[in-house]
C-alpha cells in the first residue's frame, strides 16, 4: 500500500477508535437542538435564524478537532516519520484532511438534515443544506490545516487557531447561509464547491510549509 | 538483508564545517567528518553538546547554520535515511502490528513487517495497542522501522535507550548486519552501543 492510503487509513482508525470522531457530532446536534429550546417555538423567528444557525455550529464543530490534527504528530515524532516518507508531505497532509473529511465533516453534514428540520427548515430544502455542509466542512477543513500547521507547537493553540482561521471561514460560510435560506441555491452550491475545492489544494501545501518549520 | 552488500553503489556521508544552533545558540561549529559504506560513527558529548541536533541536522529537520552537509552517491537524501529519536513515533492507539503496516507503507518498504517485529523480539506483542507498551518495548517497535525499510542511512539518537541487556544485544546486531550490508550507522550514545565504532567523535566544545 501507498504511503498515502496508509496514513489516511490510520488517521481514520486513529479518530473512530479514540471516539475523536463523535465529539464534533455530539456538539453541533446538542448546540443545534438547544436553539429552538432557547427561542422558543416561534416557527417564523425560527425559520430566519436557524438555518445560518446550523452553519456556525459546523464551523466551531470542525474547529474543535483541528487542535490536535498536528500537534499530536509534532509531540510523538510521527511528524519526524512522515518528513522521511516516500510520499511529499503535502500528500500526506492532504491525506490527513481526507481523513477528518469523511470522519468529522461527512457525519456533520449528514447530522445537518435533523439539525435543520428541527429550525423548522423547510423539507424540500434540507437535501441542499447537507450537500452544502459536505462542501462547506471540506472548505474548513482545507483552511483550518494552515492554523492547525501554524499553532502544532503551541500548549492549548485552539483559541489560537480559532483567530487565525475565523476570518477565512467567512465565504463559505455566507454562500451556506445563502443555501440554507433558499436563495440562488445552485450559485451558491457552484461558489462553495469552489471553496471547497480551492481550501483542499491549497491548505495542505501551505500546512506543509508549516509543518517544515516546526520539526526544526 | 542478508547476502552480498545490497546498497552496493557505496554511499558516503561527508560533513563539513557544520554549524548547528539551537534558539540563536551556536552549539558546535567547524565540525567535519566523513562516514563511507559500512561505518559506524559514535558521537559523544556532554549532555546539551548538540548531538540530537547534529543528527537533526544530518536528518535534513535542522538547516545548519553554516558548513555542508553531503551524501554522495544518494539521489534523495531523505529517502535514504532512518531517523531514530527521542521520541518513537508511536500512536497510543495503534496496535504493534498496525504500526509496522503502517510504516511498510510509509516508507515503501519490501513488506516484512512481520519479520521486522520478530527481529526486534515483539513477535509476541503484535496485537498490543502502543500505549501499554514498556518503554523498551517502545523502542524496540521503534528499532523494527530499520528493518521494515531497507534504508542505507541509519542516524540513531539514543538507541540504547530504556532497552534491556537482551535487546542492547539485538540492536547491536542490527547495527553490525546493516555494517556487513555496506550502510552507515551514525548513533549518538552515552555508553558504547557494542559494535566497535570506525570513527568516534566528541561533539560540543
Known amino acids: ?216 | 538483508m542478508s547476502g552480498a552488500r545490497p546498497f552496493q553503489d557505496n554511499p558516503a556521508l561527508r560533513v563539513d564545517g557544520l554549524a548547528v544552533a539551537r534558539g540563536g545558540r551556536v552549539l558546535f561549529s567547524g565540525l567535519s567528518f566523513a562516514a563511507g559504506a559500512g561505518d559506524y560513527v559514535e558521537l559523544r558529548g556532554a549532555n546539551g553538546s548538540g548531538k540530537t541536533s547534529l543528527i537533526r541536522a544530518l536528518a535534513g529537520f535542522l538547516p545548519p547554520r553554516a558548513g555542508t552537509i553531503v551524501f554522495e552517491r544518494i539521489e534523495e537524501p531523505a529517502l535514504a535515511l532512518h531517523y531514530v529519536g527521542h521520541s518513537n513515533g508511536l500512536k497510543s492507539n495503534a496496535s504493534v502490528a498496525s504500526h509496522a503496516r503502517y510504516w511498510a507503507g510509509l516508507f515503501g518498504g519490501v513488506g516484512d513487517a512481520e519479520g521486522a517485529l520478530v527481529r526486534v523480539g515483539l513477535s509476541g506483542a503484535r496485537d498490543r495497542l502502543a500505549r501499554t507498551l514498556s518503554q523498551g518495548q517502545a523502542r524496540r517497535l521503534a528499532l523494527s522501522r530499520l528493518v521494515i525499510a531497507p534504508r542505507p542511512i541509519w542516524l540513531l539518537d539514543e538507541p540504547a535507550a530504556a532497552l534491556d541487556a537482551q535487546g542492547r544485544e539485538t540492536l547491536g546486531a542490527l547495527v553490525a548486519a546493516h555494517r556487513a550490508d555496506g550502510g552507515i550507522v551514525v548513533a549518538a550514545v552515552h555508553e558504547p552501543l557494542g559494535p566497535e565504532p570506525s570513527l568516534a567523535l566528541k561533539v560540543g566544545a
Open chain 1, 1 to 216: 500500500m501507498n504511503a498515502f492510503s496508509v496514513t489516511f487509513r490510520r488517521d481514520l482508525a486513529m479518530m473512530w477508535s479514540g471516539g475523536g470522531a463523535l465529539t464534533p457530532i455530539g456538539f453541533f446536534l446538542g448546540a443545534t437542538l438547544l436553539v429552538p429550546l432557547a427561542m422558543g417555538p416561534e416557527r417564523s423567528l425560527l425559520e430566519s435564524a436557524g438555518p445560518p444557525l446550523v452553519w456556525i455550529a459546523a464551523a466551531l464543530a470542525v474547529l474543535a478537532t483541528l487542535e490536535r490534527l498536528f500537534q499530536a504528530d509534532l509531540e510523538d515524532g510521527s511528524l519526524d516519520q512522515m518528513l522521511l516518507s516516500r510520499a511529499p508531505l503535502e500528500w500526506l497532509v492532504l491525506a490527513k484532511a481526507c481523513a477528518l473529511w469523511c470522519a468529522v465533516g461527512l457525519p456533520l453534514a449528514l447530522a445537518a438534515a435533523p439539525a435543520a428540520i428541527a429550525l423548522q427548515a423547510p423539507v424540500d430544502r434540507v437535501a441542499a443544506i447537507v450537500l452544502s455542509l459536505a462542501l462547506g466542512t471540506a472548505a474548513f477543513i482545507g483552511i483550518g490545516l494552515v492554523g492547525a500547521a501554524i499553532t502544532a507547537g503551541v500548549k492549548r493553540g485552539g483559541v489560537l487557531i480559532a483567530l487565525i482561521v475565523l476570518p477565512f471561514f467567512a465565504p463559505p460560510i455566507i454562500f451556506g447561509a445563502a443555501v440554507a435560506s433558499g436563495e440562488d441555491v445552485g450559485a451558491a452550491l457552484a461558489v462553495l464547491t469552489g471553496c471547497a475545492l480551492g481550501a483542499m489544494a491549497l491548505g495542505p501545501i501551505a500546512a506543509a510549509a508549516a509543518l517544515r518549520l516546526q520539526a526544526e
